[in-house]
């Protein structure tokens, strides 16, 4: 028997992968879903008008309108198991929707806890998605569902609660590196830096406000830790590693922009360590960010093998030998 030396497996899936499309939904399917989302725009359109105009006016949730892009596209990445796995209602979900549409306006005349609005809005989409079609759906959207909390933001009271402990950690660290510049003392108050140059205060002190607390780069940067977990094949320990890691580097990366800004402040023209410059500074700290991410995740990829896992090239082998 002739030698097939192109894998008919392989060629086979690429080819199901290019002809699945959403379009095989179904004009019903597409219906239904525009009346849901009607009416699910109906009971939370308040709760979503303000969340969107949290993004417009604060520029720490500015990332809040790329997330939902994101999880619309975590959704087709699995476009293939979603379209082909046997979806049945769940009349769990059918219970929790109706307890999520019920709890929304209690919360808002009874509980008044306003961060619980946009959380059992998430919960009631999830909810619907369960009812519509079962666990099975569930296992391929329960990620870009969830993920959307990372668009909602944080109640005042729990921001301030974050942001102050990283205000006064950048504050310390970069007292303290600026304190090794010969003829410069500074001082720590909480966040105020008092600065002393040469003999001479200077006027105004340094303080790190919200602004510098680092928390649009920490929300933005815990959002991408869980995305590229989610789409890189590694294993679990290398995922939990990348996620937990988020943090630490936001951080770092937070004092490095404290610490840099003081010395702009301090050895050179304190009105580039404001306002728009301020700004564009703050904006460099993001691809160093990444740099430092993507620089461990390669690291990781590149010192630990997994065994037990045959490259393409043995697979491709052994379907040719099976085939002869």
């Known amino acids: 028997m002739a030698e097939n030396t192109t894998p008919p497996t392989t060629v086979g899936q690429k080819n199901d992968d290019q002809c699945i499309s959403w379009q095989e939904i179904g004009v019903h399917s597409y219906v239904k879903m525009a009346i849901i989302a009607t009416l699910f725009w109906f009971i939370f359109h308040v709760e979503i008008d303000s969340i969107v105009k949290r993004w417009v006016t604060d520029p720490s949730w500015s990332h809040g309108f790329l997330i939902p892009f994101f999880s619309l596209y975590f959704i087709n990445q699995h476009k293939k198991e979603i379209l082909t796995i046997e ?117 105004p002190p340094l303080n790190v406000a919200e602004a510098c607390s680092g928390m649009r780069l920490l929300m933005a940067f815990l959002a991408l830790g869980v995305a590229m977990a989610y789409l890189h094949y590694r294993p679990v320990w290398q995922r939990i590693v990348l996620l937990s890691v988020t943090v630490p580097i936001a951080v770092f990366c937070n004092i490095v922009r404290v610490t840099v800004t003081g010395f702009i402040f301090v050895l050179g023209d304190p009105k580039y360590a404001q306002g728009i410059y301020h700004d564009i500074l703050g904006m460099f700290m993001l691809p160093l960010a990444f740099g430092l991410y993507g620089a461990l995740a390669w690291f990781m990829a590149s010192l630990f093998i997994e065994e037990g896992q045959p490259n393409e090239e043995k697979q491709n082998v052994i379907i040719r030998k099976r085939r002869t």
């Open 87 to 203: 979806t049945k209602p769940n009349y769990l979900g059918l219970v929790l929707l109706v307890a999520g549409v019920l709890f929304y306006p209690l919360n808002v005349v009874h509980f008044q806890y306003g961060y619980l609005k946009p959380i059992g809005m998430i919960a009631t989409l999830g909810a619907i998605v369960l009812f519509w079609g079962g666990w099975k759906l569930i296992r391929y959207t329960w990620l870009p569902i969830g993920f959307l909390i990372f668009a909602v933001p944080l109640p005042q009271r729990y921001y301030v609660t974050i942001t102050m402990p990283m205000r006064i950690l950048a504050a310390k660290v970069s007292t303290l590196l600026l304190n090794m510049v010969n003829d410069l003392n500074a001082t720590v108050s909480g966040v105020i830096i008092d600065v002393v140059y040469k003999g001479q205060k200077m006027e």
